[in-house]
């Protein structure tokens, strides 16, 4: 039969380990989570881009069809929309970026806590086997 600090111990451990695997867990969740947006943000992106192209084509069919080629109205309406597509592009870069710090910060986080974790279940084990070995004084 193993004595009590031996049992103390392998549970000790038993509950370190658990505590890194759950945390190692976490990490590839936010990563995944994280590779996710990522994609769907190029999805977005190429989406805004087929639009303003699409309507850059539409203005410059209608223009062609009215004999407005070349004319200013034409120049100015394709401008707009690349205008209002680079800013749409630099806002979906500001919020993927963002994104990824959230991630990155998440995944940090979890790292300290799993850290936190694990020492706490150390100090435990001090602890309980600093009362198992301190002589109890006679009533």
Known sequence: MCDPITIMAIATTASAVSSYKSGQAQ???????????EVQNVRSV???IREARMTQASMTNVAAQTGGMGGS???GGT???GAQLAGNLSYMTDIARENTAITNAAVSA???QTAATIF???GNL??????????????
């Not at 990490?27 to 947006?37: G, I, L, S, T, V």
């Open 73 to 75: 109205g034409l120049a």
């Open 110 to 112: 979890t790292g300290y």
């Open 126 to 139: 001090a602890g309980t086997y600093a009362q198992i070995k301190t002589p109890t004084k006679p009533v």
């Open 120 to 122: 706490g279940t150390v």
């Open 79 to 81: 401008a707009s929309v």
């Open 27 to 37: 990490k590839e969740q936010y990563r995944a989570e994280q590779r996710k947006a």
């Open 46 to 48: 190429r989406q805004q």
